[in-house]
């Protein structure tokens, strides 16, 4: 009978221990999940996901266009809109002393030079003028990380850019202030990065504790998305 009751006693501890060791995998597997997850959501954003920084507005220039400028960049943007019909021959080109204005490659406003190179300034500087980069959806573009001692190699592929246009990456909710840059690409003619292409070699950062947001700017639209995450800030030997 005591050895019956020491069999019990032995099956009793170690369904314990076993129950404690799936217990503590759950909250390991619920904090990497915490970790991962980004702080702040789009639908804490009082526009949404491209809610822009104090002192912005969107551009609006052609429908769904919301890279952030100055409020009075809108309003030329607007009165641009609204000439762009007397400043166009009828063969579809711009006349003399206008360009397209292209804060897109289907924006064909007609506008004069100094406009069209603020739209790729306005363009150039979307990260940097909302509210949270962090936040916005998904594009068409993902990044991977091979990890070394020090980092880790960070690599992209996708589509849905603007062709033969710049395709930048940036790193958000590390400890610097504001988008860190990481490189950039070219899309090809079809608006695509063909294949896993080498983007940058990420360095450790001391104090890193989560990973960081991984977001791209489609430099011919100013279109910025996120593209998937990376641990290699934190990859400190």
Known sequence: ????GKMATDAGRGTRQ?????????????AGLLTVAP??????????????????????AVPGDQVC???????????ENALGPSRREPNGFCKSGFVWRETRPSDLVCVFPSSRDRAYTDNANAPWRLADPGATPRGGVSVSTTNHQLG???YA???GLSPNRPVRFYAVRINTVGPYSLGSLTANSAGAISGWQYVADIR??????????VVVLDQGSGVVTTAGTTDAFRRCG
């Not at 009978?1 to 019956?4: F, L, N, R, T, Y």
């Not at 450790?204 to 947001?213: E, H, N, V, Y």
Request: hydrophobic share 40%; glycine share 10%.
């Open 18 to 30: 076993r129950w404690l060791a799936q217990t503590l995998a759950a909250v390991v597997l619920l």
């Open 39 to 60: 702080p702040a959501q789009a639908a804490d954003l009082p526009w949404g996901p491209y809610t822009c920084a104090t002192g912005y507005v969107w551009r609006e």
């Open 152 to 154: 880790g190699y960070l």
């Open 157 to 159: 592929t996708g589509s």
């Open 69 to 79: 400028v100055a409020t009075q960049t809108r309003s030329e943007t607007q009165t």
């Open 1 to 4: 009978m005591h050895g019956i």
């Open 204 to 213: 450790c950062r001391s104090g890193q504790t989560q990973p960081a947001i």
